[in-house]
């Protein structure tokens, strides 16, 4: 179902490409200054990272939560910060083991939430994942940018990133060990 929730999600998706393809092609916008690249691309990062605010808000607070829009939000959110942490490694503004380091965590555990899924558990989001989400959204902002402190952001990011992704494992297996005591 197409609603608006599910339109902003496919919007970010679009936003994810326009943000990438501003990061690591910049040279092909002609005599465009790169500061002015850099505040179109930050520009076009903040419109979108707001929409995943809007689209969840929207989807609980108009009961308009869909099949589609469980699968395109999270998969939008991962290719906004995909484009994100790769664009800028390719310019060379990120670090690549901080990238490394987020983005295995970041398919880890979307291939354990399948798993989780297939036996019945849902964990929802904690605090240290929205926590972890706003320190990478920051830290890709202050590294679009080229802001001082951007690279302090990334591995704080990348901590909280870490300690967010053993939440979820921990909260798999305390489940999985409260159903065997029952």
């Known amino acids: 179902m197409l609603n608006l929730p599910n339109i902003l ?5 679009v ?13 092909l916008l002609g005599g465009i200054h790169q500061s002015w690249i ?3 691309a930050a520009l076009v990062f903040v419109i979108a990272s707001v929409t995943d ?7 609980r607070s108009w009961n308009q939560m869909t099949k589609f829009g469980a699968i395109i939000d999270p998969l939008a959110d991962k290719m906004l910060t995909l484009a994100g942490f790769l664009g800028l490694m390719f310019i060379d503004r990120a670090n690549p083991w901080a990238v490394y380091l987020i983005l295995v965590r970041e398919f880890f ?12 558990v849902e964990v929802a989001a904690s605090m240290a994942g929205k926590v972890k989400t706003v320190f990478q ?16 952001l990334l591995w704080i990011a990348v901590l909280l990133t870490l300690y967010s992704g053993f939440e979820y494992i921990f909260a798999y297996i ?8 029952i």
Do not use: C, H, P
């Open 53 to 59: 605010f809007f689209d969840g808000f929207i989807a």
């Open 38 to 40: 850099n505040y179109f």
């Open 109 to 120: 555990i979307t291939g354990f939430r399948v798993i989780m899924a297939s036996d019945g």
């Open 15 to 27: 936003l994810a490409f326009l943000f990438f393809f501003l990061l690591v092609n910049s040279n």
């Open 174 to 181: 305390n489940e999985m060990k409260n159903r065997r005591e």
């Open 9 to 13: 999600a496919i919007f970010r998706v």
């Open 137 to 152: 959204m920051i830290a890709i902002g202050f590294l679009t940018m080229q802001w001082f402190g951007g690279e302090i």
